[in-house]
């Protein structure tokens, strides 16, 4: 379909618009706002209810995880793999608790079901490998992220 | 005339312009990658290196250790062939440009010249016309419906831009009646009119203001920038000619655009902007000097060369500008304004310039 657009003899020479054009690149490059974030030392602010790598809360060293499996179960992706034992105090307590993060899919369930808030998703959105990792459970308890 | 005398100038002037053409790529991918991330209110590579200056260097090592895979479907033998084609013109066209005017070295004089050709313009219009087979060549031989489109259209918008490029200078030649580039450079250092202190100069842009334009333009085309770079239109022809080629053959067909472009702003610059003709202000900084004798006149070289060079580097930083501000036209947009407009204006351009002459007022 044609499209009749009023343009004025200066236009159609394009010279002028040309000129305007230029003139507001050279402006941009300026005065214009660099929106660039250089990222290793800058880092942009995620939400806090950003889901990133998994952590398991503790307490005095202790981790609050019962192994009571409400995660495992709840996991889409069956990534959590827990195996449960007892203390010496009778108590319930995960002897492993692994991730298999490449399968993980970051929907933040687990930590929905947990009725300890023991299984927590940080802030940390980096979580490149050379290889397949799985976290195991001094890992995840180590890294807490940026929260508390 | 051939002895070594000639023969050592000759070489330290050949060798001189092979290395400024050399480094012209790598320069000018930087001004082009920083320069559109600025526009863009980006950053764009600022790691490697100052300023990221060494970024090119490392994406030339890239381009030198990445794998040399030829398409099993291509025509091998000019598909090698095709880059070269398209490079060497590049390279020579560059031999006639005078990029300062001449010195007495020994009693001779020694012209800031790679050649001193009679035929000059002539001779760049000729060779800059062949780049225009490694290009169809390049099409051809990748076998592939997208790159043989690029170098048709390619082809199509070389043959038309040629014509109005050819005539738009056709005046210049008129006015300085020489087609040898030192000549013309020459002439357009007579003072065009005194204005109170400031003497404007007969610069071609005085005296040919619609040729210049017409040949800007054309220049535009010619090197297959934006916005006439509808060889490579990456969204409609994915990349053109250069399609179906990698690494180092891809970075030869680079080279051949940054050296062309760099070729059209020298000629740009030596037609319309007096070429080695030192800005206005730099003869008053040489005066104010005091030097004498062969210092006087070294400096007075190296001024010129500066200048020569101030003004091609404008020109290199208008195409990267005009790049990153216009968007490409349409086909037939770019056909209407190679046809339609700017052939008849330069032949009415030609009509005007010869009546201007005839009545003494050039």
């Known amino acids: 379909m044609q499209i009749q657009r009023k343009t004025d003899l200066i236009q159609k020479f394009y010279l002028r618009e040309i000129l305007t054009g230029l003139f507001i690149t050279l402006k941009n490059l300026f005065f214009g706002k660099k929106v660039t974030i250089q990222y290793p030392e800058q880092r942009r602010q995620y939400s806090n209810r950003f889901r990133g790598l998994h952590y398991i809360k503790a307490v005095n060293g202790v981790e609050n995880c019962t192994a009571c499996m409400l995660c495992p179960t709840v996991c889409p992706a069956n990534c959590i793999h827990i195996e449960a034992g007892e203390r010496d105090d009778k108590e319930k307590y995960p002897v492993r608790f692994e991730i298999d993060i490449l399968r993980c899919c970051f929907c933040g369930m687990c930590e929905e079901a947990c009725p300890k808030d023991a299984i927590k998703l940080s802030n940390i959105g980096e979580m490149t490998q050379a290889q397949r990792v799985v976290y195991d459970k001094q890992m995840l308890m180590e890294q807490r992220g940026s929260k508390l | 005339m051939m002895d070594d005398f000639w023969w050592i100038t000759t070489g330290l002037k050949v060798l001189f312009v092979l290395i400024v053409l050399l480094q012209v790529t790598p320069i000018m991918v930087w001004v082009e990658r920083r320069g559109s991330a600025l526009i863009q209110n980006r950053l764009g590579p600022n790691r490697v290196g100052p300023l990221g200056l060494i970024q090119s260097l490392a994406d030339a090592l890239k381009f030198i250790f990445k794998e040399d895979r030829v398409p099993g479907h291509a025509y091998k033998f000019y598909y090698f062939l095709a880059p070269l084609i398209s490079l060497i013109p590049a390279f020579m066209t560059f031999a006639v440009v005078p990029f300062a005017s001449s010195i007495m070295i020994d009693g001779r004089e020694v012209v800031f010249q790679a050649a001193e050709m009679n035929v000059g313009l002539l001779y760049i219009f000729a060779i800059a016309s062949l780049g225009v087979y490694g290009i169809i060549m390049a099409g051809w031989a990748s076998n592939n419906k997208y790159a043989l489109f690029g170098s048709l259209r390619s082809t199509a918008q070389m043959i038309?831009?040629?014509?109005?490029?050819?005539?738009?200078?056709?005046?210049?030649?008129?006015?300085?009646?020489?087609?040898?580039?030192?000549?013309?450079?020459?002439?357009?250092?007579?003072?065009?009119?005194?204005?109170?202190?400031?003497?404007?100069?007969?610069?071609?842009?005085?005296?040919?203001?619609?040729?210049?334009?017409?040949?800007?333009?054309?220049?535009?085309?010619?090197?297959?920038?934006?916005?006439?770079?509808?060889?490579?239109?990456?969204?409609e022809i994915v990349a053109g000619y250069h399609l179906e080629y990698g690494s180092m053959k891809m970075a030869l067909f680079f080279m051949a655009e940054y050296v062309n472009m760099f070729t059209g702003a020298a000629v740009v610059s030596t037609l319309f902007f007096g070429g080695w003709q030192m800005l206005p202000g730099m003869p008053l900084i040489l005066d104010s000097l005091g030097f004498t004798g062969m210092t006087h006149e070294w400096t007075r070289v190296l001024f010129e060369h500066l200048s020569f060079g101030m003004k091609v580097a404008f020109f290199m930083w208008l195409f990267v500008w005009v790049r990153w501000t216009l968007p490409r036209f349409r086909y037939d947009q770019l056909m209407d304004i190679g046809w339609k407009f700017m052939l008849p204006l330069s032949l009415v351009n030609i009509f005007v310039t010869g009546m201007m002459i005839y009545w003494g007022v050039l």
Do not use: C, H
């Not at chain 2, 020489?178 to 450079?185: F, K, N, P, T």
């Not at chain 2, 017409?214 to 297959?224: C, D, G, K, Q, Y």
């Open chain 2, 160 to 235: 038309s831009y040629e014509l109005s490029m050819g005539l738009s200078i056709v005046g210049i030649l008129m006015v300085f009646s020489s087609v040898e580039l030192g000549e013309i450079a020459r002439g357009q250092g007579e003072i065009l009119f005194q204005l109170g202190p400031f003497a404007i100069q007969k610069w071609g842009v005085f005296i040919q203001p619609v040729g210049f334009f017409i040949f800007l333009t054309s220049v535009f085309a010619e090197t297959n920038r934006l916005p006439f770079d509808l060889p490579e239109g990456e969204s």
